[in-house]
């Protein structure tokens, strides 16, 4: 179902998944807030063309029914934003699902690259090649002393947003969470929920990304983003440590319960399910229960998602049908 | 651990468990509230002589250690009130602690008869020829137009207090049980919790009693209350059917989550367990759990208690490792 979580990575007890993104615009059409429907087309059709159709599918977004449309958003593969423009917007995607070229979002083209763990520079090498493909048969908006030109300056220069997902329950629970928020924002970086901008911090993870794409050179960006990420990992692995050893049976008992209900539950909400999942993602990782592994939690942490629940299903369900459901997959997927 | 409680018993899954109560005192003492010593100790040698050495079992109360004290009040073996007079009390009892006779009480004599499911006329039995073989060699303080004397004048006449122990989480549900509990005090009825008067209904447990001792027959007063207690078990029965079909999501998730939680827990309070253990016993009752039994579950729910918890530990325990160890045994209990 999810194909570009794997069990490997590095810190994977604690960074779910590490994403590159280019935002990048053609010299030759108007930028996406600006532009006609044949216009948009076009764009499509010569981004299409420059990438190697051995290797990528390619969608147009209204072709795609809607549930599906939010299926591909909670699975990360494209971005929310890009369903605001139905009738203009596309994508294309390799079979792993970890390589998305999104065609008039925000901007003409958005590459996105996501790996597992902490795997920042060997996103990037992926989406710096795709980059160079497209660049090579495609005109790039750009400039002399800038860089690159984006619809929002805050995408201006480099393009390049930065981003890992982090699970920081035990920091959540000593409240050590605010301190370290602090600090990522005095660094000059963003913190966000799940599915970006706006979007609470569910089941204890936080998108930390780059606020900045302009002044430093894109090895600059990651480096930082990179380096701080192994910090908080380590920090979250000592509070962890710290938590277990100071009140081990209380730690326990929250670990045993989460997994007693998810195990026998037969109606449950996504906030409550998604809480209860973070607890066994902390159980897992600190070996107390050995018979699931982190990321068939990640990948259920997505499944139970609303459209992706639905897309399950094959039909539409209202929340009560959906809560049952979820609890179904949730029962069927622990051991 | 708890002989008295059985498998078998009308309405079992609702009633826990019947009691017959008879209040006697002697003729040529004074009554406890007023006794010394030495009139105590006699009170208390000729009731142990007047019972069958190899039936009951004698003890006098200050040869107890505290802690089986408390345990012998949670197993409901003897009452409360047997520990306000360590000095001066004691009790016998049978092998299958089914029958006591708790001396210098708040009367000299207390017959208990204890049965699981709704016994009465079983109860009664026993207890009258209790009262029989105690009657044939002991003088009672009895006055021929009042009947039997006693300590306190709400047990004056017959001496006797019977009482059922009910489970009524539906009722509870629904709040029908306040309905019920106004019609049961009309009838002249108390209601209790688990541990008499005073005490609240823990776990969705009612123990309904006489409150008149005076005027009607024993057999006029069993009769009211076996009569009101199958009609308020019938009434239980049809609302946990209702509740089953009208939302039967809602119903199984709330039992197998405490399932869940109980099966899983590594530290709980009474409160807690009790109110789980309530929802498991309510699961058994309508056949969604199969692995355990109703009886099982109504000895757990005293084994939990704070002083057979330390009885079992065989050591005193502060309230964290009682909940720790309540834990424990919850988790080795069910199935």
Same mark, same amino acid.
């Given at each position: ?120 520079? +060997?996103?990037?090498? !992926? ?5 160079? $493909?497209? &660049?090579?048969?495609? #005109?790039?908006? *750009?400039? %002399? ?29 000593? +409240?050590?969470?605010? !301190? ?5 924002? $005095?660094? &000059?970086?963003?913190? #966000?929920?799940? *599915?970006? %901008? ?138």
């Amino acid at each position: 179902m999810i194909f570009w979580l794997k069990d490997m990575g590095e810190f994977r007890d604690v960074v779910v998944s590490s994403r590159i993104r280019l935002a990048r615009n053609l010299d030759n059409y108007r930028f996406p807030i600006r532009i006609g429907t044949d216009e948009a087309r076009q764009v499509y059709d010569d981004v299409i063309r420059s990438l190697d159709k051995n290797k990528y599918l390619s969608f147009k977004m209204k072709d795609i029914p809607v549930i599906e449309r939010n299926m591909l958003v909670e699975k990360h593969i494209i971005s929310p934003a890009l369903l605001h423009t139905p009738n203009i917007s596309g994508f294309a995607m390799n079979e792993q699902e970890d390589e998305t070229i999104m065609i008039n979002e925000e901007d003409h083209i958005r590459i996105q690259v996501l790996d597992s763990g902490l795997a920042l520079k +060997k996103a990037w090498k !992926k989406a710096d090649e795709i980059d160079n $493909q497209l &660049g090579n048969s495609l #005109r790039y908006a *750009y400039d %002399e002393k800038i860089g690159y030109l984006t619809s929002c300056p805050t995408n201006l220069g480099t393009g390049l947003r930065v981003s890992v997902m982090l699970h920081l329950p035990a920091m959540e629970m000593t +409240k050590e969470i605010n !301190k370290v928020l602090t600090t990522i924002t $005095q660094f &000059g970086l963003a913190v #966000r929920g799940v *599915y970006g %901008e706006g979007t609470k911090a569910l089941g204890s993870l936080y998108q930390i990304s780059n606020q900045s794409t302009l002044g430093d050179s894109e090895e600059t960006i990651i480096k930082k983003i990179d380096h701080l990420t192994r910090q908080i990992a380590e920090k979250e692995r000592i509070t962890r440590k710290n938590i277990f050893e100071k009140s081990a049976v209380s730690f326990e008992d929250k670990i045993f319960r989460a997994y007693g209900i998810l195990k026998n539950t037969r109606i449950i909400s996504t906030d409550e399910a998604v809480r209860l999942i973070s607890f066994l993602k902390l159980g897992i990782a600190s070996g107390l229960i050995t018979d699931n592994n982190i990321n068939d939690m990640d990948k259920l942490f997505i499944e139970i998602q609303p459209a992706s629940l639905q897309y399950i299903s094959r039909k539409e369900m209202n929340d009560m049908e959906r809560d049952i459901k979820r609890a179904e997959i949730i029962r069927n997927k622990i051991n």
